[in-house]
């Protein structure tokens, strides 16, 4: 794969704004583990082969299992999960596939139950960055592999 445009090409405004964002998703009490959860999850659904390699090590980095990892496509079949995990990866799912439609009831339900009105937000946000750097990764096609634990 060819890559179109390098990530060191995005204008620093641009990669500014991107970096705060994640840095103050990073600063919310989220959990690290579940954050990168959802963002190999969302990364699996846009097939996006840079965030996955980039997810993944930093998921084994911190001590996630294989297991998990691979269960995730297939996670509503394995009891590896906590119920406050499911609700995320519901969310994820329901953001990721949008297709205009709106978060149901049953899952913002599912969510209101374990998780608190500022967690639902910084969820929100946390999962629509990582739709927006899995769609940035994709145009660029941005070469997968080569990513070393806290690079970015």
């Known amino acids: 794969m060819t890559p179109r445009i390098n990530i060191q090409d995005i204008p620093k405004g641009m990669m500014d704004c991107l970096m705060k ?4 998703i ?5 959990d690290k583990k579940l954050t990168t959860l959802i963002e190999y ?3 699996q659904i846009n097939s996006c082969a840079f965030c996955l390699d980039m997810h993944h090590k930093e998921a084994i980095h911190m001590g996630e299992s294989e297991s998990r990892l691979h269960g995730l496509a297939a996670w509503r079949e ?3 999960y906590t119920d406050k995990e ?3 990866l519901a969310f994820a799912e329901v953001l990721t596939n949008a297709n205009h439609q709106d978060v149901d009831d049953q899952t913002y339900a599912a969510l209101e139950a374990v998780f608190t009105k500022e967690e639902i ?5 946390e999962i629509t960055m990582i739709n927006t750097w899995n769609r940035l990764n ?3 096609k941005t070469k997968p592999g080569y990513y070393k634990v806290g690079q970015y």
């Open 21 to 24: 964002t994640g840095a103050y």
């Open 26 to 30: 990073r600063s919310t009490n989220l």
């Open 41 to 43: 999850r969302v990364s």
């Open 78 to 80: 394995f009891d590896y």
């Open 86 to 88: 499911r609700a995320a």
């Open 121 to 125: 937000i910084h969820l929100t946000l």
């Open 138 to 140: 994709k145009t660029f």
